[in-house]
């Protein structure tokens, strides 16, 4: 079974989801949390890179973290699902292992 | 007394909610208001998000402080700089941001609006001429 992987800073303050993208392998899954959410915006420094990795990852974002700082799904980069708590919960359950970029 | 006012400058530069730095700037920017200096705010890097449009906190059950900018005009606190630079690497625009505004004493109360979009070069002539400059 593939990895989970939890990023929780955002990409435009720290090197976190870079280490990631870098070091997590195809077929494993991202899921994007607190400040981190804001990585999933559409028109971002970043959003051609993270579409890039969605070729063979999986990217996910938590969507109660979104809407704390003012956004909501229309506002993501395609391809990026939205999951809340329980979706969170079966994200872990279906990975073989978790491993947190911080 | 009017000898006596120094230029203070909060610049805010990260996301709020995932760290406190946010909340704990906003406190003392509200405590300054009470000593009638000249007071301005920084926003930029990701310290833009900290004042986005429609922040709703119901199912991360933060506390939202959000609202809480809408007071700064009240405290004679209207001169907010956004950096135009950190609003377009995160794909934002002004329109993403709340409406700020404050109401003039000098022109017949009239509302206006307290963000001033600012290059990164005005931002550096604008910090040079301050006396005391907060960073958080």
Same mark, same amino acid.
């Given at each position: 079974?593939?990895?989970?992987?939890?990023?929780? =800073?955002?990409?435009?303050? @720290?090197?976190?989801?870079?280490?990631?993208?870098?070091? !997590?392998?195809? #077929?494993?899954?991202?899921?994007? /949390?607190?400040?981190?959410?804001?990585?999933?915006?559409?028109?971002?420094?970043? *959003?051609? %890179?993270?579409? *890039?990795a969605?070729?063979? =990852?999986?990217?996910?974002?938590?969507? +109660?973290?979104?809407?704390t @700082? #003012?956004?909501?799904?229309?506002?993501?980069?395609? #391809?990026?699902?939205?999951?809340?708590? !329980?979706?969170?919960?079966?994200?872990?359950?279906?990975?073989? &292992?978790?491993?947190s970029?911080? | 007394?009017?000898?006596d006012?120094?230029?203070?400058?909060?610049?805010?530069? %990260?996301?709020?909610?995932?760290?406190?730095?946010?909340?704990?700037?906003?406190?003392?920017?509200?405590?300054? *208001?009470?000593?009638d200096?000249?007071? !301005?705010?920084?926003?930029?890097?990701?310290?833009?998000?900290? /004042?986005? $449009?429609?922040?709703?906190?119901?199912?991360s059950?933060?506390?939202?402080?959000?609202?809480a900018? %809408?007071?700064?005009?009240?405290?004679? /606190?209207? =001169?907010?700089?956004?950096?135009?630079? +950190?609003?377009?690497? @995160?794909?934002?625009?002004?329109? &993403?941001?709340?409406?700020?505004?404050?109401?003039?004493?000098?022109?017949?109360?009239?509302? %206006?609006?307290?963000?001033?979009?600012?290059? $990164?070069?005005?931002?550096?002539?604008?910090?040079? #001429?301050?006396?005391?400059? /907060?960073?958080?």
């Amino acid at each position: 079974m593939a990895m989970l992987h939890t990023v929780n =800073k955002s990409p435009f303050e @720290r090197n976190s989801l870079n280490s990631c993208l870098s070091k !997590s392998k195809e #077929g494993s899954t991202i899921l994007l /949390i607190e400040d981190a959410v804001v990585g999933a915006l559409k028109g971002t420094v970043i *959003a051609d %890179k993270l579409t *890039a990795a969605m070729s063979n =990852k999986n990217i996910y974002v938590l969507g +109660s973290d979104l809407n704390t @700082r #003012g956004f909501t799904e229309a506002e993501i980069l395609d #391809g990026i699902k939205v999951v809340d708590y !329980s979706g969170f919960v079966d994200l872990v359950a279906e990975h073989s &292992n978790v491993q947190s970029w911080l | 007394m009017s000898d006596d006012i120094k230029k203070f400058m909060f610049v805010n530069t %990260k996301a709020p909610y995932g760290t406190v730095y946010a909340l704990e700037s906003l406190e003392v920017v509200l405590i300054s *208001a009470a000593f009638d200096q000249d007071v !301005s705010l920084v926003f930029c890097d990701d310290g833009v998000f900290q /004042i986005t $449009r429609n922040q709703n906190t119901e199912a991360s059950g933060m506390k939202n402080f959000s609202p809480a900018y %809408k007071a700064l005009g009240d405290y004679d /606190i209207n =001169k907010l700089y956004v950096e135009k630079e +950190s609003l377009e690497e @995160r794909g934002l625009t002004l329109d &993403n941001l709340m409406d700020l505004t404050y109401e003039d004493e000098d022109d017949d109360w009239a509302e %206006k609006p307290s963000i001033k979009l600012v290059t $990164r070069a005005e931002l550096a002539d604008l910090m040079d #001429g301050q006396d005391v400059i /907060i960073s958080s």
